[in-house]
């Protein structure tokens, strides 16, 4: 148990660095790099707190504390990843319309230069 | 390209990507059939001849940035005939399927009427029927599926022949379906309580290009349409975004 919390350890500072420098070099806007920040400092706090995991997997039912940690990353991501589809389907919507938009105002000029 | 006045209030909106080798002829017999129409071809960033041989022909094209996908392109044409005033927007596909004879009784069903989309139906009277068959069975789940939503029987729900009143247009100005839109129209439409009538029509084989939906991506279609329609029920439509 003990070297998978180390394991967790590290991939959650792993990638709060990775978000950091990402963040840094504007390849992650600001507001979206919040929910992998939190989701890797609650895997961080998770993998170093055994009170709190072995709480949590009483809460759960679960006798192995490595299962619930497991389950709460997982549940972490889910959060996130859904987060970013909303995301996505706005930017994509702004962008048919923006797309429509253009060529419509492109086909009006046309249209009244050919008209002059 | 404004309505020239009210009783040839209609536009003939033309859907196409790649399809240089139809789309002169299928502008050539619209404009024969309808003559007073103007056409629009909405081209979906074709990266073939579709834009020059669509002008060369004698319609106007309005040309998308970039590729959009079959809902957006006929979404954009709707948009565009809503705010130049057309009372009426008749869809045909720029493939050569349908044949633009039909063209005057689906206007006169839509001004008649007062039915707020027609569609054109191959299946209505067994109008020469060119249909592969993994497409047949997810015609017949879609009407079993769609009986009970609309109220009443739709017998060729994939048919992109329609035609459309304003109201509607202006329903679809502000919200279409992207991907395979035929099928979730209607849904949009009951939503709103309108209604739709089917009118019988001959299919061709197409004349040139390949159809968007081989027999590969037909499993693909139903569960995408289906969960589609149950989605569209299931629309909350106060949450709109304005553009």
């Given at each position: 148990m003990?070297?998978?919390?180390?394991?967790?350890?590290?991939l959650?500072?792993?990638?709060?660095?990775?978000?950091?420098?990402?963040?840094?070099?504007?390849?992650?806007?600001?507001?979206?790099?919040?929910?992998?920040?939190a989701?890797?400092?609650?895997?961080?706090?998770?993998?170093?707190?055994?009170?709190?995991?072995?709480?949590?997997?009483?809460?759960?039912?679960?006798?192995?504390?490595?299962?619930?940690?497991i389950?709460?990353?997982?549940?972490?991501?889910?959060v996130?990843?859904?987060?970013?589809?909303?995301?996505?389907?706005?930017?994509?919507?702004?962008?048919?319309?923006?797309?429509?938009?253009?060529?419509?105002?492109?086909?009006?000029?046309?249209?009244r230069?050919?008209?002059? | 390209?404004?309505?020239?006045?009210?009783?040839?209030n209609?536009?003939?909106?033309?859907?196409?990507?790649?399809?240089?080798?139809?789309?002169?002829?299928?502008?050539?017999?619209?404009?024969?059939?309808?003559?007073?129409?103007?056409?629009?071809?909405?081209?979906?960033?074709?990266?073939?001849?579709?834009?020059?041989?669509?002008?060369?022909?004698?319609?106007?094209?309005?040309?998308?940035?970039?590729?959009?996908?079959?809902?957006?392109?006929?979404?954009?044409?709707?948009?565009?005939?809503?705010?130049?005033?057309?009372?009426?927007?008749?869809?045909?596909?720029?493939?050569?399927?349908?044949?633009?004879?039909?063209?005057?009784?689906?206007?006169?069903?839509?001004?008649?009427t007062?039915?707020?989309?027609?569609?054109?139906?191959?299946?209505?009277?067994?109008?020469?029927?060119?249909?592969?068959?993994?497409?047949?069975?997810?015609?017949?789940?879609?009407?079993l599926?769609?009986?009970?939503?609309?109220?009443?029987?739709?017998?060729?729900?994939?048919?992109?022949?329609?035609?459309?009143?304003?109201?509607?247009?202006?329903?679809?100005?502000?919200?279409f379906?992207?991907?395979?839109?035929?099928?979730?129209?209607?849904?949009?439409?009951?939503?709103?309580?309108?209604?739709?009538?089917?009118?019988?029509?001959?299919?061709?084989?197409?004349?040139?290009?390949?159809?968007?939906?081989?027999?590969?991506?037909?499993l693909?279609?139903?569960?995408?349409?289906?969960?589609?329609v149950?989605?569209?029920?299931?629309?909350?439509?106060?949450?709109q975004?304005?553009?």
């Amino acid at each position: 148990m003990e070297r998978l919390l180390n394991a967790m350890t590290v991939l959650s500072i792993l990638l709060m660095l990775l978000v950091l420098f990402s963040v840094r070099r504007s390849h992650i806007r600001v507001e979206y790099s919040v929910s992998w920040l939190a989701a890797s400092v609650i895997l961080l706090v998770l993998s170093r707190s055994h009170s709190m995991l072995n709480w949590i997997s009483d809460q759960l039912g679960l006798t192995s504390p490595p299962l619930a940690l497991i389950l709460l990353v997982a549940c972490v991501f889910v959060v996130v990843i859904y987060r970013l589809s909303v995301v996505i389907s706005d930017l994509k919507d702004a962008n048919i319309a923006m797309a429509q938009r253009l060529a419509i105002v492109e086909f009006q000029l046309h249209s009244r230069n050919e008209e002059r | 390209m404004k309505p020239s006045d009210s009783v040839n209030n209609f536009l003939i909106l033309i859907p196409a990507f790649n399809e240089s080798g139809a789309i002169a002829d299928v502008v050539r017999e619209v404009r024969q059939v309808a003559p007073t129409a103007p056409v629009l071809v909405v081209d979906d960033c074709s990266t073939d001849g579709t834009v020059r041989q669509a002008g060369s022909a004698g319609a106007e094209v309005l040309r998308l940035p970039y590729h959009l996908g079959l809902g957006g392109c006929v979404q954009a044409g709707y948009k565009l005939a809503f705010q130049l005033g057309y009372d009426y927007v008749i869809r045909v596909d720029g493939d050569g399927q349908h044949d633009p004879r039909y063209i005057p009784e689906l206007l006169k069903v839509l001004q008649n009427t007062g039915c707020h989309m027609v569609i054109g139906s191959r299946f209505y009277q067994n109008n020469g029927v060119h249909t592969s068959a993994v497409r047949a069975v997810g015609i017949w789940i879609f009407r079993l599926v769609l009986r009970p939503i609309l109220g009443q029987p739709v017998r060729d729900p994939t048919s992109g022949y329609v035609g459309v009143n304003r109201e509607a247009l202006q329903v679809f100005s502000g919200s279409f379906p992207l991907e395979y839109p035929e099928i979730e129209a209607l849904v949009v439409l009951q939503r709103k309580r309108f209604r739709f009538q089917e009118v019988p029509c001959r299919m061709r084989p197409r004349k040139a290009g390949r159809s968007t939906i081989t027999a590969v991506k037909s499993l693909y279609y139903i569960i995408h349409v289906l969960l589609g329609v149950f989605v569209n029920i299931l629309k909350f439509e106060g949450g709109q975004k304005k553009e």
